[in-house]
């Protein structure tokens, strides 16, 4: 029989993880602005300890991304990390998408994986092409030297996760001694719920505003005359959202100025303005966070990405002849289509559109180009806020507070005669494991909670209601229980199958 790790026990691995990739992002950093054998020997050993945890654990796309990412940093060192921008943009997506990876996907093939790997060869092979480190440099405030005024606190999101299971476990022991309104330890819970609050939100134009000022010192490092607008709402968003924003736009911003825009002399020949535009704006809606980059330069040429396109096997020759243009911009996403190759609009050294788009995708988001020959280009990055409510199923305790599923678990009652045998073979039991207090007497009911094929017994609750419930301080989906607020009162949302993984594992401590 294959040995089988436990949840418990991979979600150790999850969070181990996760630090260990910030520290790695942290000394890449430190590495860029200054190289630094201590920096170097730390990113080495955290890479490598990753590497080598992720194969065993089961997360094999981890360890080959870390695997490729060793190659990247040795081949970097070797040239004191004079690298090219391109170098420092792929290292820091590839290590947002392995940190999804790790927390999304435990074991199997993800589609993004062999894009990133292939961004990470390519800027290999731009290293290798260079003979000898160039002559010493600063690194260019285009790729974050400039800092946002008033962002976030810098706490991850596995941070801010562990501190919601914190909170939650406050709430629950209020509850479980029957603290009052406005006691020391109701006081302590509400001020921690809105700490986490805080940390798990940022302004949208704070966060956004450095790639205007990015764009403008670029454009006068290329001696492009420009005009930035930037049209941003000050919105609150989740933090972490933004981060998979803000590295989309980044290459967006840095693809307009650098290859879009014309030079003034060629602009002058075409009779347009000297001065460019660039045009940075957000929306922000219940459902989405939108942030376009516009700008007034060349335009994608078409015939030249359906020339490349036949030329590297994606598309037949009849194929290209037919296609429409919305169909040719498309090809500019296609995995294995080499913008850097192409001469022209959005042809970036080191990270394609189509790796910008999977690292969109880990948030369900989407990443759009629309172009128009010789006046511009508009990328469109759209990514689905985090749902603050959720529709679920209310069901009254015996005591303070509620229980609560979301909707996507059935609620329903046994036959008439009581006889579960043949519904369910386990009992949820949120009453000794958090202290909760049973619905008792004619009132209590005992229900089914049923999704797909897990059928899963709950006793002792009240008649079920449909309500929306507010999401406080969300947990992870693996833990079992969660803050919820529904008409004012908080309460508990329940997650059956955590619960009862939670159950098999043993006791609370």
């Known amino acids: 029989m294959a040995f089988q790790l436990s949840e418990e026990v991979i979600g150790r691995f999850q969070v181990s993880a996760s630090e260990r990739l910030a520290v790695i992002a942290e000394a890449w950093q430190r590495i860029n602005q200054a190289p630094d054998d201590e920096q170097l020997n730390r990113l080495r050993r955290e890479l490598h300890t990753l590497k080598g945890d992720a194969h065993v654990f089961g997360f094999r796309d981890v360890s080959h991304l870390c695997h490729k990412l060793e190659e990247l940093v040795e081949a970097a060192a070797q040239h004191v990390f004079r690298v090219s921008e391109d170098v420092d943009t792929v290292v820091m997506m590839v290590l947002r998408y392995v940190g999804a990876l790790v927390l999304r996907r435990p074991a199997g093939s993800a589609g993004g994986v062999q894009r990133f790997s292939k961004e990470i060869d390519d800027a290999l092979a731009g290293i ?47 509850l479980e001694a029957g603290a009052a309104n406005g006691s020391r330890l109701d006081r302590g819970w509400r001020a921690l719920v809105g700490e986490i609050g805080r940390l798990r939100a940022v302004r949208l134009d704070q966060r956004m505003e450095r790639h205007a000022r990015a764009a403008s010192i670029l454009a006068d490092d290329l001696a492009k005359p420009i005009e930035v607008t930037f049209t941003m709402p000050a919105e609150v968003v989740s933090a972490r959202l933004v981060d998979v924003i803000d590295q989309a736009v980044l290459h967006a911003v840095r693809n307009a100025v650098d290859h879009g825009i014309e030079a003034p002399e060629w602009r002058e020949a075409l009779e347009k303005p000297a001065r460019a535009s660039l045009a940075i704006r957000g929306t922000v809606t219940e459902s989405y966070v939108e942030v376009e980059v516009e700008d007034d330069g060349a335009g994608v040429d078409l015939a030249a990405v359906r020339r490349r396109a036949v030329e590297r096997g994606i598309v037949s020759p009849g194929q290209a002849a037919t296609m429409s243009d919305e169909d040719a911009t498309e090809l500019l996403f296609a995995p294995g289509f080499s913008t850097r190759d192409r001469a022209g609009e959005l042809s970036g050294r080191g990270i394609g559109l189509d790796a910008m ?20 280009s508009t990328v469109t990055v759209r990514v689905p806020h985090e749902r603050p409510y959720v529709d679920v199923v209310r069901l009254p305790l015996g005591g303070r507070g509620f229980l609560a599923v979301a909707k996507d678990w059935a609620v329903e009652r046994p036959g008439a005669d ?64 969660e803050i919820v607020r529904i008409d004012g009162a908080e309460g508990i949302l329940l997650r059956p199958d955590a619960l009862l993984a939670a159950q098999r594992r043993g006791p609370r401590r």
């Open 128 to 174: 290798r092409a260079t003979p000898a480190p160039a002559p010493a440099r600063a690194r260019p405030a285009t790729l974050g030297t400039i800092h946002e005024g008033g962002e976030r606190d810098r706490l991850s999101a596995e941070t801010r996760a562990r501190l919601s299971v914190i909170a939650t476990d406050l709430f629950l022991a209020a």
């Open 357 to 376: 788009r999977a690292a969109v995708a880990i948030e369900d988001g989407t990443v759009t180009l629309s172009s128009r020959s010789g006046r511009g």
């Open 418 to 481: 009581g006889d579960t045998r043949e519904v369910t073979a386990e009992d949820l039991d949120p009453w000794t494991r958090y202290g909760l207090v049973p619905l008792e007497g004619d009132g209590a009911l005992a229900v089914v909670l049923a999704r797909d094929d897990e059928r899963m017994f709950l006793r002792g609750v009240g008649t079920p209601m449909s309500g929306s419930a507010q999401r406080l301080c969300p947990t992870p989906p693996a833990h079992p229980v």
